[in-house]
């Protein structure tokens, strides 16, 4: 009987992560040049790296919710998705993962920094 270790599901999970995100920066840099502006590649990969990682805690992993959720960290706030007005959004199991991030992206962006702001570091 063959048996995978939690380690090596890790491993390959992040394999598959990199290659999943170096594809979704091409993406990003050809439909949505604007928003990957003054990043070279690394920064550009570990933020969606990042956006990945995160909403994934939401349901989101669908190429274009992640490169909303990483456009939504740009206009919004680093950490957009630990502010309750955003939590409330993306918790909605009642709407689609991109009716969730299109309502984030109607979000008011100083709202957002303030509440961000008052989250524990």
């Known amino acids: ?71 939504a960290t740009i206009r919004l706030s680093p950490r957009f998705d630990s502010t309750p007005s955003a939590i409330a959004l993306l918790s909605d199991q009642t709407l689609s993962q991109s009716e969730r991030l299109y309502r984030v992206s109607l979000l008011v962006p100083a709202l957002v920094r303030a509440e961000a702001a008052g989250l524990p570091a």
């Not at 939690?6 to 050809?30: P, S």
């Not at 070279?40 to 990969?45: A, M, P």
């Not at 990042?50 to 669908?62: H, M, N, T, V, W």
């Open 1 to 71: 009987m063959l048996t995978i270790r939690d380690a090596q599901i890790e491993a390959f999970q992040r394999d598959l992560d990199l290659t999943y995100i170096a594809r979704l920066a091409e993406r990003l840099r050809v439909d949505n040049p604007a928003i990957a502006a003054g990043m070279d590649d690394n920064q550009l990969q570990q933020g969606l790296l990042d956006s990945l990682r995160r909403g994934r805690r939401f349901g989101i992993e669908a190429a274009l919710d992640v490169m909303a959720f990483f456009a």
